[in-house]
């Protein structure tokens, strides 16, 4: 079985661009997350979709990041207009029911000049 | 705020010890407790996962779980220089349905030949 894919892997764009970060879930994950780990600190959760609904998103920093998850399967977070502090590694992990482990993807590492 | 602990190592152990990674949580509810291994530049694989008081054990790796004193800990026995790599601990608090995971910082493991 095909494990959590997130594309691109590294993203290195200037202060004020957008970009677009892609995760594939496990095929049949109904919940998909999204979480991003800031260099020296610990994982943090952005939010939680279970198929297209936003279950939880309290861990959103601002408005300028909105997740999209159309039809259930992918889903796209993007950050516009990116800001210095937006720079970590952003991970996405799926689960196919709330309560259990969730896989994690190997991450898209965003740096922001 | 809900908290979880983690010495950030590094903890050095011979190959073939026993290595004991430690966590501590602060939200008395937490109701799942889960160990991730992460090799540098790579996503978060889980280990273990625990949700009653007392051990739990899957070839080299035993979890223990202390409710009462809010600590969980992974035992690595035979440890490989393989081991070598980040442990995180994460805890789970059902909140509205979302088994959203607190992650600690992790704890670097080398296991040296």
């Known amino acids: 079985e095909a494990g959590v894919t997130q594309f691109p892997s590294h993203s290195v764009i200037e202060k004020g661009q957008t970009v677009t970060l892609r995760c594939d879930p496990i095929?049949?994950?109904?919940?998909l997350y999204w979480y991003r780990r800031v260099m020296g600190k610990e994982i943090k959760f952005l939010l939680h979709?279970?198929?297209?609904?936003?279950?939880?998103e309290s861990g959103m920093p601002n408005n300028r990041f909105l997740a999209e998850r159309t039809g259930g399967t992918y889903s796209t977070l993007k950050v516009q207009p990116a800001e210095l502090e937006d720079s970590g590694v952003y991970f996405c992990?799926?689960?196919?029911?709330?309560?259990?482990?969730?896989?994690f993807g190997d991450g898209t590492r965003l740096s922001i000049l | 705020q809900k908290e979880v602990e983690q010495n950030s190592g590094p903890l050095s152990v011979p190959e073939g010890a026993i290595a004991s990674l430690n966590c501590t949580y602060s939200?008395?509810?937490?109701?799942?407790f889960f160990w991730y291994r992460q090799y540098s530049g790579k996503s978060p694989e889980l280990i273990m996962f625990?949700?009653?008081?007392g051990d739990k054990e899957d070839g080299r790796f035993t979890a223990q779980l202390n409710k009462a004193s809010q600590y969980v800990s992974l035992l690595i026995r035979d440890s490989q220089p393989s081991d070598s790599a980040t442990y995180l601990c994460?805890?789970?608090?059902?909140?509205?349905?979302?088994?959203?995971?607190?992650f600690g910082r992790g704890t670097s493991l080398i296991v040296h030949p």
């Open positions: 992990a799926s689960s196919q029911y709330g309560n259990q482990p969730q896989h």
């Open positions: 095929s049949g994950h109904d919940n």
């Open positions: 979709f279970v198929k297209e609904s936003k279950q939880d």
């Open positions: 939200d008395r509810g937490s109701q799942s």
């Open positions: 625990i949700y009653s008081n």
């Open positions: 994460a805890v789970t608090l059902s909140s509205g349905g979302s088994y959203i995971p607190t």
